[in-house]
């Protein structure tokens, strides 16, 4: 079912839950969170998606990856902590198992408040089965996860990890989406087009799923919000990596608010703070695209849109004090 708040009346939701910043909060307490990815081909996926979480206010700001890509991540920025734990296959020594690799990388899982598990992941079978057990973990451990680009691929491959999760959400373009769907058994040709997120959600049980495009469906199955904001023209890719990581600081901020760290009026639900979330989320990057092509124009990267986030924030959703959380 669509929603009939305004965009107004959703972006006023997304800022009560974001956290003030106030004197008496320590290290960790607005997040902390993990990018599991970068394979030895693909560095600048999870560094977008961590970047974008940390300009969004998260304290720590973490990436798990192969180390030929943690090698390249760390002269990135000294900013985001790179842990080289993930191995694609045929770098495994002969003193490493799937089982070990993955044991390292679930036993942070304790330390995290969302993992985003995809960018620059790829293909490779030893790489997949190490986020499909941190998945596994992540369930029973009640910890929120982001799923996209080759992440997706095991929500399409092995649907049960996600299925009912309720502390997820799948951001797929419109090609992954098409992927979701024939695998679901959704014949998209026949379907309308603003029910599709809905169904699609319906046949995941319920998980939150963001449809890109040219405008954002999100849907939980129930409740359909439609993020319309402007944007940038250019698609260059990349892009998607800063929604990822501005949707992590959003769902450590969620949890922030259901753990109540500061006063506010608690009248919002875990569910529908996830449909704010995705909708903030979508918003905010639909936002860094817009500004950062007004700048760039054609000429557009996805590092334009990492500079962009702390701005659209503000011009989004506003600096929230501790008096007007309140409210």
Same mark, same amino acid.
């Given at each position: 079912?669509?929603?009939?708040?305004?965009?107004?009346?959703?972006?006023?939701?997304?800022?009560?839950?974001?956290?003030?910043?106030?004197?008496?909060?320590?290290?960790?307490?607005?997040?902390?969170?993990?990018?599991?990815?970068?394979?030895?081909?693909?560095?600048?996926?999870?560094?977008?998606?961590?970047?974008?979480?940390?300009?969004?206010?998260?304290?720590?700001?973490?990436?798990?990856?192969?180390?030929?890509?943690?090698?390249?991540?760390?002269?990135?920025?000294?900013?985001?902590?790179?842990?080289?734990?993930?191995?694609?296959?045929?770098?495994?020594?002969?003193?490493?198992?799937?089982?070990?690799?993955?044991?390292?990388?679930?036993?942070?899982?304790?330390?995290?408040?969302?993992?985003?598990?995809?960018?620059?992941?790829?293909?490779?079978?030893?790489?997949?089965?190490?986020?499909?057990?941190?998945?596994?973990?992540?369930?029973?451990?009640?910890?929120?996860?982001?799923?996209?680009?080759?992440?997706?691929?095991?929500?399409?491959?092995? #649907? @049960?990890?996600?299925?009912? +999760?309720?502390?997820?959400?799948?951001?797929?373009?419109?090609? /992954?989406?098409? $992927?979701? *769907?024939?695998?679901?058994?959704?014949?998209?040709?026949?379907?309308?087009?603003?029910?599709?997120?809905?169904?699609?959600?319906?046949?995941?049980?319920?998980?939150?799923?963001?449809?890109?495009?040219?405008?954002?469906?999100?849907?939980?199955?129930?409740?359909?919000?439609?993020?319309?904001?402007?944007?940038?023209?250019?698609?260059?890719?990349?892009?998607?990596?800063?929604?990822?990581?501005?949707?992590?600081?959003?769902?450590?901020?969620?949890?922030?608010?259901?753990?109540?760290?500061?006063?506010?009026?608690?009248?919002?639900? #875990? @569910?529908?703070?996830?449909? +704010?979330?995705?909708?903030?989320?979508?918003?905010?990057?639909? /936002?860094?695209? $817009?500004? *950062?092509?007004?700048?760039?124009?054609?000429?557009?990267?996805?590092?334009?849109?990492?500079?962009?986030?702390?701005?659209?924030?503000?011009?989004?959703?506003?600096?929230?004090?501790?008096?007007?959380?309140?409210?």
């Amino acid at each position: 079912m669509a929603s009939t708040m305004t965009r107004k009346e959703i972006l006023g939701k997304v800022y009560k839950m974001i956290p003030p910043m106030l004197e008496k909060f320590h290290k960790g307490q607005l997040g902390r969170v993990a990018v599991i990815g970068g394979s030895e081909d693909y560095t600048g996926a999870p560094y977008f998606s961590a970047m974008a979480s940390a300009k969004l206010g998260c304290d720590m700001s973490h990436v798990i990856c192969e180390p030929g890509a943690a090698a390249v991540i760390k002269t990135y920025s000294p900013n985001i902590m790179v842990h080289p734990y993930m191995r694609q296959q045929k770098n495994l020594a002969q003193s490493e198992t799937i089982d070990s690799i993955s044991e390292q990388v679930v036993a942070m899982l304790d330390r995290l408040h969302v993992v985003v598990i995809g960018p620059g992941l790829g293909r490779d079978p030893a790489m997949q089965e190490t986020c499909a057990r941190v998945i596994t973990e992540a369930r029973k451990k009640n910890v929120s996860f982001v799923l996209d680009a080759d992440g997706l691929y095991l929500a399409q491959t092995r #649907p @049960d990890l996600v299925h009912g +999760y309720k502390e997820c959400i799948l951001t797929p373009n419109v090609v /992954e989406f098409g $992927r979701l *769907a024939k695998a679901q058994n959704i014949d998209t040709a026949k379907e309308d087009p603003s029910k599709l997120c809905e169904k699609l959600s319906n046949a995941f049980g319920g998980v939150t799923i963001i449809q890109k495009g040219a405008v954002d469906y999100i849907s939980n199955g129930q409740q359909t919000l439609v993020s319309e904001g402007e944007g940038g023209f250019k698609r260059s890719g990349g892009q998607g990596d800063t929604l990822t990581g501005s949707l992590a600081t959003l769902l450590a901020y969620r949890k922030a608010y259901l753990e109540r760290i500061w006063d506010h009026e608690n009248d919002m639900k #875990p @569910d529908e703070l996830l449909a +704010y979330v995705a909708y903030g989320g979508s918003a905010i990057t639909r /936002e860094c695209s $817009r500004r *950062a092509f007004m700048t760039q124009g054609r000429s557009l990267q996805a590092s334009d849109l990492t500079e962009q986030v702390h701005p659209a924030f503000l011009d989004i959703i506003g600096e929230p004090t501790e008096e007007l959380s309140k409210l």
